[in-house]
């Protein structure tokens, strides 16, 4: 029999930390540059992107199921929170293009949050910082979508 609630905290931490190392480790500069442009290779930067993501996951999620010896069969499960979290971190990471932005837009209070801290017009160097609305509101799809649910239905 299946522990569901040790099988879900293994898998949400091992999640919650490839996330980090995936967005930021593993993600090369180009593509985070790239991967919201509306253009073939922002297209392709943002799938080798979430590739990148996923695999991450995947490593973690493997080490952390054999050490802590809580995996079970996860024939089903695996691959459909793997596929759950690469597809809605895919619909943020295209940014002007992607469900997120257009979903905070439509949310009364998120579209002013959504440009938060960002630069002025043209003045790119205007606040070099990652701690933009949009960044805050990426990070929290990516955490709920690719930790939280993901991790729910590997424990399923």
């Known amino acids: 029999m299946t522990d569901h609630g ?24 180009s593509w985070a540059r790239e991967k919201g442009m509306p253009t073939i290779d922002g297209r392709l930067a943002c799938a080798l992107h979430v590739l990148s993501y996923v ?19 996860l024939t089903w499960q695996l691959p459909t929170a793997l596929l759950v979290s690469g597809v809605t971190h895919w619909t943020a990471d295209r940014r002007e293009h992607g469900l997120m932005f257009w979903l905070a837009r ?5 579209a002013n949050f959504l440009v938060l801290g960002a630069p002025r017009g ?9 701690g933009t609305g ?23």
Do not use: C, E
């Not at 930390?17 to 090369?28: E, N, T």
């Not at 695999?55 to 079970?72: C, E, K, S």
């Open 106 to 110: 439509k949310i009364p209070g998120k």
């Open 134 to 156: 949009a960044w805050a509101l990426d990070q929290s799809w990516h955490i709920f979508w690719g930790v939280f649910v993901a991790a729910l239905i590997i424990a399923a």
């Open 55 to 73: 695999m991450t996951q995947l490593v973690f999620l493997a080490a952390a199921l054999i050490v802590t010896g809580v995996g079970p069969d």
């Open 6 to 29: 040790s099988l879900f905290a293994t898998a949400a931490i091992a999640l919650y930390a490839a996330h980090h190392v995936g967005d930021y480790w593993v993600q090369s500069d």
């Open 122 to 130: 043209r003045h790119y160097d205007d606040n070099p910082t990652l």
